[in-house]
Protein backbone atom coordinates (compact mmCIF):
# COMPACT_ATOMS: atom_id res chain seq x y z
CA UNK A 1 0.00 0.00 0.00
CA UNK A 2 2.44 2.21 0.94
CA UNK A 3 4.29 1.73 -2.62
CA UNK A 4 1.13 2.12 -4.19
CA UNK A 5 0.76 5.62 -2.80
CA UNK A 6 4.44 6.83 -3.78
CA UNK A 7 3.93 5.27 -7.40
CA UNK A 8 0.86 7.17 -7.77
CA UNK A 9 2.38 10.52 -6.23
CA UNK A 10 5.26 9.81 -8.70
CA UNK A 11 3.28 9.46 -11.55
CA UNK A 12 1.00 12.70 -10.72
CA UNK A 13 4.61 14.58 -10.75
CA UNK A 14 5.48 13.28 -14.30
CA UNK A 15 1.48 14.08 -15.45
CA UNK A 16 2.33 17.72 -14.20
CA UNK A 17 6.13 18.57 -14.46
CA UNK A 18 5.59 22.28 -13.70
CA UNK A 19 4.52 21.58 -10.03
CA UNK A 20 8.36 21.55 -7.86
CA UNK A 21 8.40 19.50 -4.49
CA UNK A 22 11.11 20.72 -2.25
CA UNK A 23 12.14 18.57 0.28
CA UNK A 24 9.89 19.76 2.81
CA UNK A 25 7.18 18.89 0.76
CA UNK A 26 8.96 15.59 -0.87
CA UNK A 27 9.08 14.77 3.44
CA UNK A 28 5.58 15.66 4.04
CA UNK A 29 4.29 13.35 1.16
CA UNK A 30 6.64 10.29 2.28
CA UNK A 31 5.30 10.43 5.89
CA UNK A 32 1.86 10.97 4.48
CA UNK A 33 1.89 7.90 2.45
CA UNK A 34 3.23 5.75 5.85
CA UNK A 35 0.28 6.97 7.75
CA UNK A 36 -1.87 5.88 5.10
CA UNK A 37 0.09 2.83 4.76
CA UNK A 38 -0.21 2.19 8.26
CA UNK A 39 -3.31 2.71 8.95
CA UNK A 40 -4.34 0.40 5.98
CA UNK A 41 -2.32 -2.76 7.21
CA UNK A 42 -3.82 -1.91 10.93
CA UNK A 43 -7.69 -2.13 9.45
CA UNK A 44 -6.60 -5.81 7.44
CA UNK A 45 -4.51 -7.16 9.89
CA UNK A 46 -7.88 -6.56 12.99
CA UNK A 47 -9.58 -10.04 13.64
CA UNK A 48 -12.60 -10.48 12.89
CA UNK A 49 -15.81 -10.97 15.24
CA UNK A 50 -17.82 -12.82 12.75
CA UNK A 51 -17.43 -14.89 9.21
CA UNK A 52 -20.49 -12.65 7.99
CA UNK A 53 -20.19 -14.69 4.10
CA UNK A 54 -20.12 -18.12 6.17
CA UNK A 55 -23.19 -17.66 8.05
CA UNK A 56 -25.01 -15.51 5.50
CA UNK A 57 -23.77 -15.66 2.39
CA UNK A 58 -26.88 -14.91 0.39
CA UNK A 59 -29.50 -11.50 1.05
CA UNK A 60 -31.60 -11.85 3.79
CA UNK A 61 -33.96 -9.44 2.38
CA UNK A 62 -34.10 -10.86 -1.26
CA UNK A 63 -36.74 -13.80 -2.09
CA UNK A 64 -33.34 -16.18 -3.37
CA UNK A 65 -35.28 -19.66 -3.13
CA UNK A 66 -33.58 -22.77 -4.61
CA UNK A 67 -35.11 -26.21 -5.71
CA UNK A 68 -34.22 -29.71 -5.83
CA UNK A 69 -35.75 -31.90 -8.25
CA UNK A 70 -35.99 -34.69 -10.50
CA UNK A 71 -34.99 -33.82 -14.32
CA UNK A 72 -35.09 -35.45 -18.13
CA UNK A 73 -34.16 -32.60 -19.77
CA UNK A 74 -31.26 -32.13 -22.02
CA UNK A 75 -30.03 -28.47 -21.21
CA UNK A 76 -30.06 -29.56 -16.96
CA UNK A 77 -28.04 -32.64 -18.09
CA UNK A 78 -25.36 -31.00 -20.33
CA UNK A 79 -25.32 -28.55 -17.36
CA UNK A 80 -24.59 -32.05 -14.63
CA UNK A 81 -22.25 -33.19 -17.23
CA UNK A 82 -19.97 -29.71 -17.50
CA UNK A 83 -20.73 -29.51 -13.52
CA UNK A 84 -19.20 -33.08 -13.06
CA UNK A 85 -15.83 -31.96 -15.84
CA UNK A 86 -14.79 -29.09 -13.25
CA UNK A 87 -15.30 -31.03 -9.81
CA UNK A 88 -14.16 -33.82 -11.23
CA UNK A 89 -10.96 -33.11 -13.03
CA UNK A 90 -9.45 -36.52 -14.92
CA UNK A 91 -12.75 -38.41 -14.18
CA UNK A 92 -14.56 -38.98 -17.77
CA UNK A 93 -17.81 -38.12 -17.40
CA UNK A 94 -20.81 -39.99 -18.70
CA UNK A 95 -21.80 -39.66 -21.67
CA UNK A 96 -25.11 -37.30 -22.40
CA UNK A 97 -27.01 -39.15 -24.84
CA UNK A 98 -26.69 -42.67 -23.08
CA UNK A 99 -27.98 -40.48 -19.29
CA UNK A 100 -30.60 -39.51 -21.26
CA UNK A 101 -31.53 -43.32 -22.20
CA UNK A 102 -31.56 -43.92 -19.00
CA UNK A 103 -34.01 -41.36 -18.18
CA UNK A 104 -36.88 -42.73 -20.45
CA UNK A 105 -36.13 -46.32 -18.02
CA UNK A 106 -36.65 -44.20 -15.07
CA UNK A 107 -37.37 -40.30 -14.56
CA UNK A 108 -35.81 -39.97 -11.09
CA UNK A 109 -32.00 -41.04 -10.89
CA UNK A 110 -31.09 -37.45 -11.12
CA UNK A 111 -31.90 -34.75 -9.23
CA UNK A 112 -30.34 -31.26 -9.93
CA UNK A 113 -30.18 -28.21 -7.07
CA UNK A 114 -31.26 -25.18 -9.06
CA UNK A 115 -30.36 -21.56 -8.33
CA UNK A 116 -33.36 -18.73 -9.27
CA UNK A 117 -32.27 -18.86 -12.50
CA UNK A 118 -32.88 -22.33 -12.98
CA UNK A 119 -28.79 -22.94 -13.11
CA UNK A 120 -27.53 -26.38 -11.93
CA UNK A 121 -25.39 -25.80 -8.79
CA UNK A 122 -25.54 -29.26 -7.50
CA UNK A 123 -26.46 -32.74 -8.10
CA UNK A 124 -26.61 -36.23 -7.08
CA UNK A 125 -27.19 -39.25 -9.31
CA UNK A 126 -28.74 -42.68 -7.54
CA UNK A 127 -29.11 -46.19 -9.89
CA UNK A 128 -31.47 -49.19 -9.24
CA UNK A 129 -29.46 -51.10 -11.24
CA UNK A 130 -30.75 -55.11 -12.00
CA UNK A 131 -29.17 -57.81 -10.16
CA UNK A 132 -27.42 -59.95 -12.05
CA UNK A 133 -25.28 -56.47 -13.44
CA UNK A 134 -24.94 -55.01 -9.82
CA UNK A 135 -23.37 -58.31 -8.92
CA UNK A 136 -20.50 -57.82 -12.02
CA UNK A 137 -20.39 -54.51 -10.72
CA UNK A 138 -19.94 -54.86 -7.14
CA UNK A 139 -17.16 -57.70 -7.97
CA UNK A 140 -14.99 -55.10 -9.76
CA UNK A 141 -15.65 -56.45 -13.78
CA UNK A 142 -17.73 -54.34 -14.41
CA UNK A 143 -17.59 -50.25 -14.31
CA UNK A 144 -19.75 -47.09 -14.46
CA UNK A 145 -19.65 -46.36 -17.92
CA UNK A 146 -20.82 -50.42 -18.40
CA UNK A 147 -24.34 -49.15 -17.31
CA UNK A 148 -26.74 -49.39 -20.22
CA UNK A 149 -30.64 -48.77 -20.39
CA UNK A 150 -31.25 -52.39 -19.89
CA UNK A 151 -29.47 -52.67 -16.73
CA UNK A 152 -31.84 -49.68 -15.48
CA UNK A 153 -34.64 -50.75 -13.34
CA UNK A 154 -38.32 -48.31 -13.44
CA UNK A 155 -39.59 -46.70 -10.88
CA UNK A 156 -41.92 -49.63 -9.69
CA UNK A 157 -39.15 -51.97 -10.01
CA UNK A 158 -36.58 -49.81 -8.38
CA UNK A 159 -38.82 -48.75 -4.94
CA UNK A 160 -38.29 -52.53 -3.62
CA UNK A 161 -35.11 -53.18 -4.84
CA UNK A 162 -32.20 -54.08 -2.26
CA UNK A 163 -29.55 -52.35 -3.52
CA UNK A 164 -28.49 -49.13 -4.90
CA UNK A 165 -25.71 -46.63 -6.38
CA UNK A 166 -25.28 -43.43 -5.51
CA UNK A 167 -23.20 -42.37 -8.82
CA UNK A 168 -22.07 -38.78 -7.82
CA UNK A 169 -22.83 -35.70 -6.08
CA UNK A 170 -21.33 -32.21 -6.26
CA UNK A 171 -21.94 -28.63 -6.04
CA UNK A 172 -20.43 -25.63 -7.78
CA UNK A 173 -17.59 -23.65 -5.99
CA UNK A 174 -17.42 -26.19 -3.24
CA UNK A 175 -14.52 -24.34 -1.26
CA UNK A 176 -16.43 -20.55 -1.42
CA UNK A 177 -19.00 -19.53 1.78
CA UNK A 178 -22.38 -19.94 -0.75
CA UNK A 179 -20.50 -23.33 -2.12
CA UNK A 180 -20.16 -25.09 1.58
CA UNK A 181 -23.88 -23.79 1.81
CA UNK A 182 -25.22 -25.56 -1.07
CA UNK A 183 -23.24 -28.60 -0.17
CA UNK A 184 -25.13 -28.75 3.20
CA UNK A 185 -28.18 -28.29 1.59
CA UNK A 186 -28.05 -31.02 -1.57
CA UNK A 187 -27.30 -33.75 1.03
CA UNK A 188 -30.13 -32.85 3.26
CA UNK A 189 -32.15 -33.26 -0.15
CA UNK A 190 -30.57 -36.48 -0.67
CA UNK A 191 -31.58 -37.77 2.59
CA UNK A 192 -34.83 -35.96 1.90
CA UNK A 193 -34.81 -38.21 -1.49
CA UNK A 194 -34.18 -41.43 0.19
CA UNK A 195 -37.09 -41.08 3.06
CA UNK A 196 -39.40 -40.55 -0.01
CA UNK A 197 -37.98 -42.58 -2.89
CA UNK A 198 -36.72 -45.77 -1.13
CA UNK A 199 -37.83 -46.19 2.49
CA UNK A 200 -40.79 -48.52 1.82
CA UNK A 201 -39.11 -50.23 3.77
CA UNK A 202 -36.06 -48.78 4.27
CA UNK A 203 -33.75 -52.59 4.23
CA UNK A 204 -31.43 -51.77 1.58
CA UNK A 205 -28.13 -50.88 0.72
CA UNK A 206 -26.36 -48.27 -0.56
CA UNK A 207 -22.91 -48.59 -2.61
CA UNK A 208 -20.79 -45.47 -3.67
CA UNK A 209 -17.11 -44.97 -5.45
CA UNK A 210 -15.06 -42.69 -3.65
CA UNK A 211 -13.56 -41.37 -6.40
CA UNK A 212 -11.81 -37.98 -4.03
CA UNK A 213 -10.33 -37.93 -1.29
CA UNK A 214 -13.42 -35.56 0.13
CA UNK A 215 -16.26 -37.71 -1.49
CA UNK A 216 -14.64 -40.81 0.50
CA UNK A 217 -14.58 -38.83 3.83
CA UNK A 218 -18.23 -37.99 3.38
CA UNK A 219 -19.06 -41.72 2.95
CA UNK A 220 -16.93 -42.29 6.21
CA UNK A 221 -18.84 -39.62 8.20
CA UNK A 222 -22.41 -41.85 7.17
CA UNK A 223 -20.94 -45.04 8.19
CA UNK A 224 -19.96 -46.41 5.28
CA UNK A 225 -18.20 -49.47 4.65
CA UNK A 226 -15.37 -50.59 2.44
CA UNK A 227 -16.26 -53.43 0.27
CA UNK A 228 -13.47 -53.80 -1.99
CA UNK A 229 -10.58 -51.83 -2.51
CA UNK A 230 -9.44 -49.79 -5.63
CA UNK A 231 -6.77 -52.60 -7.33
CA UNK A 232 -8.57 -54.60 -9.53
CA UNK A 233 -11.76 -52.77 -10.14
CA UNK A 234 -12.59 -51.68 -13.52
CA UNK A 235 -13.25 -48.17 -12.28
CA UNK A 236 -9.88 -48.19 -10.32
CA UNK A 237 -12.08 -46.74 -7.41
CA UNK A 238 -12.55 -48.24 -3.88
CA UNK A 239 -16.09 -49.23 -3.56
CA UNK A 240 -18.26 -48.66 -0.28
CA UNK A 241 -21.43 -49.68 1.01
CA UNK A 242 -24.02 -48.66 3.99
CA UNK A 243 -27.23 -50.45 5.35
CA UNK A 244 -29.95 -48.18 4.58
CA UNK A 245 -32.48 -47.55 7.49
CA UNK A 246 -34.46 -45.37 8.80
CA UNK A 247 -33.04 -44.63 11.90
CA UNK A 248 -30.01 -44.03 10.03
CA UNK A 249 -31.42 -40.99 7.69
CA UNK A 250 -33.13 -39.96 10.69
CA UNK A 251 -29.72 -39.61 12.70
CA UNK A 252 -28.20 -37.70 9.36
CA UNK A 253 -31.07 -35.57 8.98
CA UNK A 254 -30.65 -34.26 13.00
CA UNK A 255 -26.89 -33.84 12.49
CA UNK A 256 -27.53 -30.79 9.33
CA UNK A 257 -29.78 -28.12 9.35
CA UNK A 258 -33.44 -28.03 8.13
CA UNK A 259 -33.15 -26.64 5.02
CA UNK A 260 -36.99 -26.47 3.85
CA UNK A 261 -37.50 -23.03 4.49
CA UNK A 262 -34.30 -21.99 1.87
CA UNK A 263 -34.91 -24.65 -0.41
CA UNK A 264 -37.98 -26.34 -1.73
CA UNK A 265 -38.52 -30.50 -3.15
CA UNK A 266 -40.69 -30.84 -6.40
CA UNK A 267 -41.16 -34.78 -5.16
CA UNK A 268 -42.87 -33.26 -1.63
CA UNK A 269 -44.77 -30.46 -3.14
CA UNK A 270 -46.47 -33.42 -5.76
CA UNK A 271 -47.12 -35.43 -2.85
CA UNK A 272 -49.25 -33.16 -1.52
CA UNK A 273 -51.06 -31.70 -4.44
CA UNK A 274 -51.63 -35.45 -4.59
CA UNK A 275 -53.19 -35.50 -1.12
CA UNK A 276 -54.94 -32.49 -2.20
CA UNK A 277 -56.93 -34.36 -4.80
CA UNK A 278 -57.51 -36.82 -2.73
CA UNK A 279 -59.18 -35.11 -0.21
CA UNK A 280 -60.86 -33.04 -2.95
CA UNK A 281 -62.27 -36.52 -4.44
CA UNK A 282 -63.32 -37.37 -1.33
CA UNK A 283 -65.72 -34.93 -0.75
CA UNK A 284 -67.29 -34.91 -3.79
CA UNK A 285 -68.13 -38.59 -3.29
Known amino acids: MFAALIGALAALATLFPQVRLNVYSSLFVVGLSALVGAGYALREARPVQLPIDDLFPENLTSSHRLSASCSTTREVILQVNNLATRVYPGVRPLPPDRYEQWLMVNDNLLVVLLNTNSEVIGYFDIFP ?38 GGIAVDDPFSARGKRHASILVWALLKYLQNFYCVPCDRELYAEAVTVEGERLLKRFNFRLVSGATGRKDSYPLYAAELSEELINRALSAIPDWSRVCSLAWESEVTKRAKRQRHTKKLK
Open 129 to 166: LQPEFFNFFVSGAFGEHDIRREHILGPQQARFVKRMYL
